[in-house]
């Protein structure tokens, strides 16, 4: 046996016939950040709430902490923090209360929930809005309100699904921010996320869902360069001449071509030299960019599909 | 290599704990209870005044002004009592029936559908049955409450004339839970709130009207009388005008409160089921 925290073998989620999880495995070991990234409809949310003990699995083997997420759900839940996806805060109570009422759920002392609301609404710079009414915080607010929740049992693995979606460019740096401070202080971290940017940002190790099963798994940097090239070119043409141009650029030297109806994106080691190869076959691309591979190609080339459609 | 549930240590404070002592169930379900005390102190000022309020409209119009009317044409089918002294305890378990239908229908949709308080208190070591149990206990604080404030209401206006009326405050509290429960079983698995005004429409307003609070059964039609004796309502109006006016008698006491314990006790084990399937997907 292992040590990992949490420990998936052939789990599977199914819906009367639709199967949202179709036997994953994976390991998570204390202190990592680790990261289910897909699109929307990849069994990413399904995972997580299987994780959460809120979903019992239908086929395969789950633990988490060593524990059986069915007969134990209570004792795992006690050390688990979670961050939904929608919002579930009580918009009727004010921020404080949230806490309070969320703290009693764990059977925390009263005099425990007060110092951990202050250091928490500290934390996620809500002190200032302690007494106001949830309801008209903004969408930011209540995602750190909700984090600040998610902690106040002081759990060991927090669970996040799509922590920023929906989030400003600002808010959702901010999250980010205070996510890479929880995972400096230890707490491990899952999250699920559509955001390569998200991913590769906050996690150590990730896993890329497709259909429901795994299609690749490592640090972000490890898949980028298993499965991509050090750059990228991407190229921007006349929609009149888009096809015909794409077909030409067989003849430049990359290890791999990707023809999107607005781009053309070669795959090679070096993209500037990619780029005069262009020009010397006498085509003339719009706009080109040459920049690093991301997890986004990496999502391409392992479905053939973008990430954020 | 050791099994996983053991205690054993990897690395200093690492260790995974053996497994803990499971927390009671009823424990669990205080802590949801207190979570709808903490909802409730927002809006028990509103709340006290229509409990007090309530009771003396009725009491006042229905039963001092129409009960003038009443029994200027003779009440032998009432019992030989005044209508208002027939009326109160009826309308004792009508509001008790009002408070347990109110309870079981918005407040447990919003939960579970507006503001998904019900997802985010799962993902705590509580459970869904314990999410039901605190809210039961909460409605049955409520109704200790409205119910004891009612019959204080009711003294007051002489419409009390047993001390054995003591005994049909645990009876309103049971018959407003005998709605609750199987109603919020129900209203858990919606998913348009839209459909929980049809329990008032066609459940709770003939009841009302049909369970011989205001009259008694005997006259209706003979035909439709067993429908009357099926609902709930009716054995927590019966029983707690008999407990009112004195002449209550242990088999039939026994009766109605088997009835209505039934009933709840149905209540529970439908609920218990479709909080899980509603919560745990």
């Known amino acids: ?309 | 290599m050791a099994a996983p549930a053991q205690p054993r240590g990897p690395a200093a404070g690492l260790a995974w704990p053996a497994r803990p002592d499971p927390v009671p169930a009823w424990n669990f379900a205080v802590r949801q209870l207190r979570f709808w005390l903490t909802d409730y102190r927002r809006t028990w000022r509103g709340s006290i005044i229509s409990t007090v309020l309530n009771p003396l409209l009725y009491l006042g119009a229905m039963g001092l002004g129409l009960g003038t009317l009443v029994d200027q044409h003779g009440t032998a089918s009432l019992g030989r009592v005044s209508y208002l002294i027939f009326l109160a305890p009826g309308l004792l378990a009508a509001s008790a029936m009002g408070t347990g239908v109110g309870e079981s229908t918005y407040p447990v949709f919003g939960s579970v559908k507006w503001n998904k308080t019900y997802q985010a208190a799962v993902s705590s070591p509580l459970r869904p049955a314990d999410l039901f149990h605190g809210h039961l206990l909460f409605v049955a604080l409520k109704l200790t409450m409205t119910s004891a404030v009612f019959l204080a209401v009711a003294a007051m206006f002489g419409a009390i004339t047993s001390p054995l009326a003591i005994a049909a405050l645990p009876v309103a509290v049971l018959t407003g839970l005998a709605f609750t429960a199987p109603i919020e079983a129900w209203t858990v698995t919606r998913t348009k709130d839209t459909s929980l005004a049809v329990v008032y429409r066609f459940g709770m307003i003939p009841l009302f009207l049909f369970s011989g609070t205001f009259f008694p059964v005997t006259q209706l039609p003979v035909w439709i009388r067993p429908i009357a004796y099926l609902t709930p309502l009716w054995h927590g109006v019966a029983l707690c005008r008999d407990l009112c006016l004195g002449i209550a008698t242990l088999p039939s006491a026994l009766l109605h409160v088997g009835y209505l314990l039934v009933v709840l006790g149905a209540g529970i084990i439908a609920g218990d089921r479709s909080y899980t399937r509603r919560l745990y997907v």
Request: charged content about 30%.
């Open chain 1, 1 to 309: 046996m292992t040590t990992a925290l949490i420990r998936a073998r052939g789990l599977t989620k199914r819906f009367g016939g639709f199967t949202a999880v179709d036997g994953v495995d994976f390991e998570l070991n204390r202190g990592e950040a680790f990261g289910f990234l897909g699109p929307n409809g990849a069994g990413k949310s399904s995972t997580m709430r299987m994780i959460g003990c809120v979903s019992p699995p239908t086929a395969g083997e789950l633990t988490i902490f060593g524990l059986d997420p069915v007969a134990d759900g209570p004792a795992i839940r006690a050390r688990l923090g979670v961050v939904p996806q929608e919002d579930s805060l009580d918009v009727e109570l004010t921020v404080r209360e949230n806490l309070l009422v969320y703290g009693r759920y764990f059977g925390l002392p009263r005099p425990v929930i007060r110092e951990r609301s202050d250091r928490l609404l500290e934390f996620v710079q809500l002190a200032d809005r302690q007494d106001d009414r949830v309801e008209p915080l903004s969408g930011g607010l209540k995602r750190r309100l909700t984090i600040a929740r998610s902690l106040i049992n002081e759990p060991e693995i927090l669970l996040l699904d799509e922590p920023t979606t929906g989030l400003d460019p600002q808010a959702r740096h901010v999250v980010w921010d205070r996510l890479f401070r929880l995972k400096q202080q230890g707490v491990t971290l899952v999250l699920t996320t559509h955001y390569m940017d998200e991913a590769e940002q906050l996690c150590d190790r990730l896993v890329v869902m497709d259909a429901g099963r795994i299609a690749a798994e490592g640090s972000p940097r490890d898949l980028i360069e298993r499965y991509s090239t050090p750059e990228v070119l991407e190229l921007r043409f006349d929609p009149a001449v888009h096809e015909n141009a794409a077909e030409k650029l067989a003849a430049v030297p990359a290890q791999r071509r990707e023809v999107l109806a607005d781009r053309v994106l070669l795959y090679v080691a070096d993209g500037d030299a990619a780029l005069a190869a262009v020009r010397g076959l006498g085509l003339d691309p719009l706009t080109s960019l040459v920049r690093r591979s991301t997890l986004e190609d990496v999502f391409l080339r392992l479905t053939g599909r973008r990430l954020e459609d």
